[in-house]
């Protein structure tokens, strides 16, 4: 299966404003790529306009680009085609935890409260919840389970505050909020968990009249490998392109920017590459960091 994926982002800004990307596909599966993604960059006020874009992978490897919009904003634009399996996630019911004290030291990180996801404030609810519950792949289930039914979706709960525990209070969030608890419920039970960012299109379910946005699922340590669950949707999947992945979506903002600026376009394309073509389509963005410079 070859899927078509990318994006156009317009951020418009009155000053100079320094911001990094994580954008690019993760390098897990630039070698399913069978186009080249490139980001193309230029400036709303001026497209001939050069500007300097440089490139370094994190903490966690991912892709990272740095740039400073010129005054008036800059456009962040990509297409590519990347291969895939077409095999819904695995799912392994044998998986078994793997005590703390056996983890490699990779995973360990994952195990500790993050800024989205404050275990200190969920653990006594995670045990009553799950505590009884078989340890494996049966905990992490039941807690996906738990989070698909506890939240209620929509974009209009969209609140790029919110952590764990607020969303287990509130009730509603989006799928980062999904994540962010099932995340933290996890890390709670000793199991480790990262959060993940990437593509996900309508690909073997119904089409989603909504326009296509980035999505946030996890990853949880069982077995002695990186297993992939989505309390969102509740079910596997076939598709997913990974982009990028932290502890939290602190790490893993698509676009973090140290300046005031607005989005005048988000635009988010993910399909089998045999469909008829669908145009972009805007969204407002759930996964930024912002940092306004002083006035």
Known sequence: MRIRYGYRIELVCAHEMPLVTLLDVHPSRRHDLTMPDEMKVSALADPA???RVSQHLDAFGNICRRMVAPPGGIRLESEGVVHDSGEPDVVNPAAREVAPSRLPD??????LGSRYCETDRLNDQAWRLFGG???GWARVQAIVDFVHNHLTFGYHYARNTRTAA???DERVGV???FAHLAIALCRCMNIPARYCNGYLGDIGVPLNPAPMDFNAWFEVFLGGRWYTFD???NEPRIGRVVIARGRDATDVAMVSSFGTHTIQRFEVITEEIEDVPMPLMPRVPEQFNSHPAAA
């Open 231 to 233: 309390a969102r949707h």
């Open 166 to 168: 607020e969303a287990f």
């Open 133 to 135: 519950t078989a340890p």
């Open 175 to 177: 799928c980062r909020d």
């Open 49 to 51: 306009l050069s500007i």
């Open 106 to 111: 990779e995973a360990l990180a994952f195990l």
